[in-house]
Protein backbone atom coordinates (compact mmCIF):
# COMPACT_ATOMS: atom_id res chain seq x y z
CA UNK A 1 0.00 0.00 0.00
CA UNK A 2 1.44 3.19 -0.96
CA UNK A 3 2.31 6.05 1.88
CA UNK A 4 -0.51 8.53 1.01
CA UNK A 5 -3.24 5.49 0.92
CA UNK A 6 -1.87 4.30 4.55
CA UNK A 7 -1.92 8.12 6.32
CA UNK A 8 -5.36 8.50 5.15
CA UNK A 9 -6.79 5.13 6.43
CA UNK A 10 -4.44 5.90 10.12
CA UNK A 11 -6.51 9.45 10.11
CA UNK A 12 -9.92 8.45 8.53
CA UNK A 13 -10.25 4.98 9.52
CA UNK A 14 -7.53 4.25 12.60
CA UNK A 15 -8.26 7.31 13.79
CA UNK A 16 -11.86 7.32 14.68
CA UNK A 17 -12.02 3.90 15.69
CA UNK A 18 -10.02 5.16 17.92
CA UNK A 19 -11.79 7.68 19.33
CA UNK A 20 -15.10 5.86 19.15
CA UNK A 21 -14.15 2.52 21.15
CA UNK A 22 -15.67 3.24 24.10
CA UNK A 23 -18.86 3.73 22.74
CA UNK A 24 -18.25 0.79 19.75
CA UNK A 25 -18.37 -1.75 23.12
CA UNK A 26 -21.99 -0.69 23.81
CA UNK A 27 -22.83 -0.72 20.72
CA UNK A 28 -21.46 -4.11 19.23
CA UNK A 29 -22.45 -6.79 21.26
CA UNK A 30 -24.77 -9.61 19.09
CA UNK A 31 -23.39 -11.65 17.19
CA UNK A 32 -24.79 -11.60 13.23
CA UNK A 33 -26.48 -15.46 13.16
CA UNK A 34 -24.86 -16.31 9.65
CA UNK A 35 -21.13 -15.65 11.36
CA UNK A 36 -22.27 -17.33 14.46
CA UNK A 37 -23.23 -20.17 12.72
CA UNK A 38 -20.39 -20.26 10.42
CA UNK A 39 -17.78 -20.04 14.31
CA UNK A 40 -20.49 -22.99 15.32
CA UNK A 41 -20.12 -25.57 12.29
CA UNK A 42 -16.07 -25.16 12.88
CA UNK A 43 -14.91 -28.68 14.12
CA UNK A 44 -13.37 -29.69 18.17
CA UNK A 45 -9.70 -28.39 17.88
CA UNK A 46 -9.96 -25.56 14.66
CA UNK A 47 -8.05 -22.88 14.69
CA UNK A 48 -9.55 -19.66 13.85
CA UNK A 49 -8.52 -16.35 12.98
CA UNK A 50 -10.81 -12.91 13.86
CA UNK A 51 -9.05 -10.53 12.36
CA UNK A 52 -10.29 -6.58 12.81
CA UNK A 53 -11.75 -8.51 15.80
CA UNK A 54 -12.84 -5.07 17.50
CA UNK A 55 -14.36 -5.76 21.37
CA UNK A 56 -13.97 -9.32 20.43
CA UNK A 57 -17.79 -10.25 20.31
CA UNK A 58 -17.12 -13.18 17.79
CA UNK A 59 -14.42 -14.29 20.04
CA UNK A 60 -16.86 -15.93 22.58
CA UNK A 61 -18.90 -18.27 20.44
CA UNK A 62 -17.44 -22.30 20.11
CA UNK A 63 -15.48 -23.15 23.63
CA UNK A 64 -14.12 -25.94 21.37
CA UNK A 65 -11.81 -23.68 18.80
CA UNK A 66 -9.40 -21.54 19.55
CA UNK A 67 -9.81 -18.15 18.47
CA UNK A 68 -7.34 -15.40 18.14
CA UNK A 69 -8.30 -12.08 17.38
CA UNK A 70 -6.41 -9.21 15.96
CA UNK A 71 -7.06 -5.37 15.65
CA UNK A 72 -5.52 -2.00 14.78
CA UNK A 73 -7.32 -0.48 17.63
CA UNK A 74 -5.25 -0.27 21.22
CA UNK A 75 -8.85 0.41 22.95
CA UNK A 76 -10.51 -2.44 21.84
CA UNK A 77 -7.50 -4.95 21.86
CA UNK A 78 -7.36 -4.00 25.16
CA UNK A 79 -11.61 -4.37 25.84
CA UNK A 80 -11.37 -7.86 24.28
CA UNK A 81 -8.10 -8.98 26.00
CA UNK A 82 -10.12 -8.17 29.61
CA UNK A 83 -12.51 -10.29 28.59
CA UNK A 84 -10.30 -13.33 28.28
CA UNK A 85 -9.63 -13.68 24.87
CA UNK A 86 -6.56 -14.12 22.81
CA UNK A 87 -5.80 -10.66 21.12
CA UNK A 88 -3.00 -8.69 19.73
CA UNK A 89 -2.53 -5.43 17.77
CA UNK A 90 -1.73 -5.61 14.63
CA UNK A 91 -2.70 -4.42 10.72
CA UNK A 92 -5.19 -6.39 9.49
CA UNK A 93 -3.10 -6.09 6.08
CA UNK A 94 0.13 -6.55 7.34
CA UNK A 95 -1.03 -10.04 9.83
CA UNK A 96 2.15 -11.59 11.21
CA UNK A 97 0.89 -14.89 10.89
CA UNK A 98 2.33 -17.43 8.44
CA UNK A 99 0.05 -18.92 5.40
CA UNK A 100 -2.13 -21.62 5.80
CA UNK A 101 -1.49 -21.70 9.79
CA UNK A 102 -5.61 -21.37 10.07
CA UNK A 103 -8.27 -23.27 9.43
CA UNK A 104 -10.84 -20.94 9.17
CA UNK A 105 -10.46 -16.83 9.38
CA UNK A 106 -13.09 -13.86 9.52
CA UNK A 107 -13.11 -10.04 8.79
CA UNK A 108 -16.17 -8.44 9.29
CA UNK A 109 -16.84 -5.03 8.37
CA UNK A 110 -13.66 -3.73 8.47
CA UNK A 111 -10.90 -2.71 5.93
CA UNK A 112 -8.82 -5.96 6.45
CA UNK A 113 -10.14 -8.86 3.44
CA UNK A 114 -8.50 -12.39 3.64
CA UNK A 115 -8.34 -15.20 1.21
CA UNK A 116 -7.89 -18.13 3.46
Known amino acids: MDEAASRLEREHVHGVYDKI ?5 DSRYKAWPKVRQFLLDQ ?3 SIVADVGCGNG ?3 DINEEAFKLGCDVCRPLVDVAGSRGHEVQMCDGLRLPY ?3 CFDAVLSIAGEARSSQ
Not at 21 to 25: R, T
Open 57 to 59: KYL
Open 43 to 45: PPG
Open 21 to 25: APYFN
Open 98 to 100: RDG
